[in-house]
Nanobody, 124 residues
Framework: QVQLVESGGGLVQAGGSLRLSCAASGRTVSNFAMGWFRQAPGKEREFVAGLRSLYGNTYYADSVKGRFTISRDNAKNTVYLQMSSLKPEDTGAYYC?????????????????WGQGTQVTVSS
């Protein structure tokens, strides 16, 4: 059984930083595509960042490029999202997702496992 457990969310002032973690069990993160999505109240879930399995290529939404970094620790089977220069518009529930190696990062339907989410709130 695959489980993804996010942690690290919280309340932070604009300009601050947070690091989200996604601990996986039942699946080796280095063998699958991993992604982070977020959903703000009243809005659709949107892609934030993705990490390919084989070479570790990374992909980011334009809104977070240069501010967010996705990475993984194979020994801990954990994926991270380092978020810096946070803005109020980054507020939302952040979800970790795992999919087959060829998953299209921007397409939530391509992912087959999701975490329960962790809340990030950025105050102005």
């Amino acid at each position: 059984q695959v489980q993804l457990v996010e942690s690290g969310g919280g309340l932070v002032q604009a300009g601050g930083s947070l690091r989200l973690s996604c601990a996986a069990s039942g699946r080796t993160v280095s063998n699958f595509a991993m992604g982070w999505f977020r959903q703000a109240p009243g809005k659709e879930r949107e892609f934030v960042a993705g990490l390919r399995s084989l070479y570790g290529n990374t992909y980011y939404a334009d809104s977070v490029k240069g501010r967010f970094t996705i990475s993984r620790d194979n020994a801990k089977n954990t994926v991270y999202l380092q978020m810096s220069s946070l803005k109020p518009e980054d507020t939302g529930a952040y979800y970790c997702a795992s999919g087959p190696p060829r998953a299209r990062f921007g397409y939530a339907d391509d992912y087959d496992y999701w975490g329960q989410g962790t809340q990030v709130t950025v105050s102005s």
